[in-house]
Structure formats: C-alpha cells, structure tokens
C-alpha cells in the first residue's frame, strides 16, 4: 500500500505522523490492531473494523496516510451554538443557556478519558485541533472562545471553569478611514512607530506568509500526545459515519445486537 509522502495539507501531514507513530512494524500501514493499540484507554467508541472496511482502497486490510481522507479534522468540531447576531440580541437567561451549550460541547469532545474534567493534556488537544482548522480556513466569526477562570487548576479543569466569549464579526467594527484621522494623530502614531523602530529592542514584524507559516510549523510540532491521538481517531470515526450513515447505522445495530 502506497504512502502519502507527496501530500502537502496540514491535515495530511497530521496523518502520516500518527502512521508513523502507530506503525509498530514498519510496514507503512496501520493494521486493525495498531489502530486497537492506538485506541486503547479512551472512551471514544470508534469502529476501527468499519474505518478500514470505509478507506481500504486496495482491500488488504490495512489503512495508510494515502487512504485517510485529506480533512475529517472539522467533523463536528464545534457543536451546536446560536449565530452572532441571535446571541447578540439574546437575553442574560438565553445567553447563560447557550454558554452551558457550548462549555458541554467542548467537554463531549475534549474529555477523552471520560472523567468529568479537561487536563493539559486533553486542551492542549482541543487547542491544536481548533488551530488547524483555523489554518485550513474553517473558522469562522461565530466560533467561541473559551476563557479560563484565573483560579482555576489548569491540570483539572471542570466546565464550571470557563467563560464563554464570541468574535466580533469584522463587518460590525467600525474602522476609521486613515484619511479621517486627524493630522496630529496621524503624526504622533508616525512618530512614534518611528521610535520604536530606532530601538534595540525593535524587532521587524512578521509577513502573513511568516506568521501562517510559524503557526503550521508549531501545529506539525505538536507531540502526538494519547488525548491528540484518540481525537483524530473519533473524528476519523466521525468522517466513515459521515461518508457513508447507512453503514455507520448497520454497523451500530450489529454493535447492540452483539
């Protein structure tokens, strides 16, 4: 079975590592029973039997980075929330409402060990996830943002720990045209960007391109880490129920008749 090494996605990328990392005998595939170790201790009910019957392309029972689909990372990433402008005009009762919605969407993804609480381990996961799918252009203005109370154990994090914050979409900012600004404001902002760049300390700020580029690579540097892994493998479990429910319900009720 062929590899993807030619691939260039971030996602791709992201896959082939946990080939790499899973692949116990170097045979560049991943076997149902790599995958079974891969899955093992988590809570996430991933039909490793079903993934490979789905992306098996060439029937030998084994999967590759070359037949796992090119981005199952934005499978039902978020969850359900109400839109900006509904949230906006909602009252304090409905808004608290939303935010318990959203703080236990996190938790129905993040929480791979099932305990109740979120570890560095378990948000650093979430983190690179939300990442990705923000470098692969799939965020969007209405994603939450999730805010850590100062107090908190950030080792063990419960959902009475976050506060919930929105974007504001751009077209509602209110961006004063260059030419409108006064002349001594302009001068002072001249003057001292002036300064700032005659300091030792003045570093040149990053293009897009470099900025994009730094927060791929801290992506593709991201430890594989057991709450990462078992994420990609409930989303890619995700993705076959996704491609294909008629299967995914077969393979359901075969489960509980079981």
């Known amino acids: 079975m062929s590899s993807a090494a030619g691939s260039s996605g971030i996602t791709s990328q992201i896959w082939q590592r946990l080939v790499r990392q899973g ?3 170097s045979d560049n595939n991943l076997s149902k029973a790599e995958l079974d170790t891969l899955k093992a201790g988590f ?3 991933a039909d490793i039997e079903q993934i490979i019957r789905s992306f098996d392309k060439d029937g030998d029972q084994n999967l590759s980075s070359s037949e796992l689909p090119s981005s199952p990372l934005d499978v039902e990433m978020l969850g359900p929330m109400l839109d900006w402008q509904e949230y906006g005009k909602a009252d ?3 808004r608290s409402e939303d935010d318990k919605r959203v703080v236990d969407s996190l938790f129905a993804r993040a929480d791979v060990d099932g305990d109740g609480f979120l570890s560095k381990d378990e948000m650093e996961a979430e983190s690179t996830l939300r990442r990705t799918r ?3 252009g799939k965020s969007a203005d209405s994603d939450p ?4 109370r100062p107090d908190a154990d950030r080792d063990h994090l419960s959902p009475e720990d976050f506060l919930v914050g ?3 979409p751009s077209d509602r900012l209110k961006i004063i045209p260059p030419e409108k600004v006064p002349a001594e404001v302009r001068e002072a902002i001249q003057k001292a960007a002036e300064e700032w760049k005659s300091s030792p300390d003045y570093q040149k700020p990053l293009t897009a391109e470099e900025q994009r580029q730094k ?3 801290g992506v593709l540097s991201t430890p594989l880490s057991a709450a990462y892994i078992s994420r990609l493998l409930s989303q890619l479990s995700a993705a076959v129920a996704k491609a294909d429910p008629a299967n995914a319900l077969r393979s359901s009720d075969e489960g509980t008749k079981a």
């Open 43 to 45: 809570k996430d009910n």
């Open 92 to 94: 304090a009762t409905t």
């Open 23 to 25: 692949d116990t005998n």
């Open 134 to 136: 923000s470098l692969e």
């Open 166 to 168: 929105r974007r504001i």
């Open 145 to 148: 943002v999730y805010m850590i």
């Open 215 to 217: 927060s791929v690579d």
